[in-house]
């Protein structure tokens, strides 16, 4: 089963059993009403004063099971938010299509829509003369960015630029980067799209994009972004991001060795990036990417900045 055939079981059911983490550490289950977004994001409503909306405040993971008395079962396990704006229009609409009796009810200001996003997933056969079960591939696609997807990465982007951590993550505000053109995202994505220079990696969940990474090629002689002097040629990493709901999967860890891949196969022997002296998240995800530090430490527009180096 892949992405697009778990999409098809759960509207098909349409129903589950979802548990979440009690205020004692005790699991706390409840029988629901359930649908899928087209990027296999599970959908739910519960009311705002629910024990589920106080857990899921508390501690976001959950587990869910679907089907059962057809003799298949897929069973589940994923990170849940409650998803407000644009995000919470798509889980709407979706929850519309499937239950459009429920439809008034999202109205309410006492309904909360619940979104899950799955981190595994198993479906199970135990019809007779069947007995089987299969992990479902769940697998984030990461790959060079094209250039006619200037729209998608702005709008991650100004994601990126939005983050608690920008300021000192990013050489960008978000009120600069809101004012480019598009004729500026075309160009920055089409030279970051080709050739040997620059290259963005992007994450996509289904529809969604929740992360980037772009690596650029520096030769010796030349100034680097800190228009400092180089005396060697390296690949190094800049705007690495990740979406809030992504952090602590490995999907950071997939963007940097494509990073890696791309500069190995340049003929670079090493991938360097600097890191805020104080962002010490970004700095244990570099370490389990097999960054270290150089023992260089520099001053950067926004500070102190630990040089990290990642043999090739």
């Not at 548990?19 to 629901?32: F, H, I, T």
């Not at 984030?140 to 994601?159: K, M, N, Q, S």
């Not at 996509?204 to 002689?221: E, K, L, P, Y």
């Not at 500069?263 to 991938?271: I, Q, T, V």
Request: glycine share 10%; net charge negative; with cysteine.
């Amino acid at each position: 089963m892949d992405r697009g055939e778990l999409v098809a079981y759960v509207r098909s059911h349409g129903d589950g059993v979802v548990s979440s983490v009690g205020p004692d550490g005790r699991p706390q289950a409840a029988y629901l009403a359930i649908t899928a977004t087209d990027a296999g994001e599970l959908v739910l409503d519960t009311r705002a004063s629910s024990r589920k909306v106080a857990n899921l405040r508390r501690d976001r993971r959950v587990a869910v099971v679907i089907g059962g008395a057809d003799g298949t079962t897929l069973q589940c396990e994923g990170i849940a938010d409650l998803p407000e704006g644009p995000d919470r229009d798509l889980c709407a609409q979706a929850y519309r299509d499937a239950f459009p009796r429920f439809a008034t009810s999202l109205a309410d200001p006492a309904v909360l829509l619940v979104r899950i996003r799955l981190t595994w997933a198993r479906y199970g056969d135990y019809r007779p003369g069947v007995a089987s079960s299969q992990e479902v591939d769940l697998g984030i696609a990461v790959r060079r960015v094209r250039a006619d997807e200037w729209e998608p990465a702005r709008a991650l982007r100004l994601d990126a630029l939005r983050d608690e951590a920008a300021a000192i993550a990013f050489l960008d505000t978000y009120e600069n980067a809101a004012r480019q053109s598009d004729e500026f995202y075309r160009d920055r994505t089409a030279r970051a799209s080709d050739g040997d220079d620059i290259a963005q990696f992007v994450a996509i969940d289904g529809s969604a994009w929740v992360g980037s990474v772009t690596v650029i090629a520096q030769r010796g002689g030349s100034l680097d972004y800190h228009d400092r002097p180089l005396e060697r040629d390296r690949a190094t990493v800049v705007g690495a991001y990740v979406r809030g709901e992504q952090r602590g999967s490995g999907l950071v860890d997939r963007l940097l060795d494509a990073a890696a891949h791309w500069g190995r196969d340049l003929g670079f022997d090493e991938l360097t990036l600097g890191v805020h002296q104080d962002n010490g998240r970004a700095q244990g995800a570099y370490r389990r990417a097999g960054f270290v530090p150089s023992g260089f430490i520099f001053a950067g527009p926004n500070g102190p900045e630990v040089e990290m180096v990642r043999r090739l």
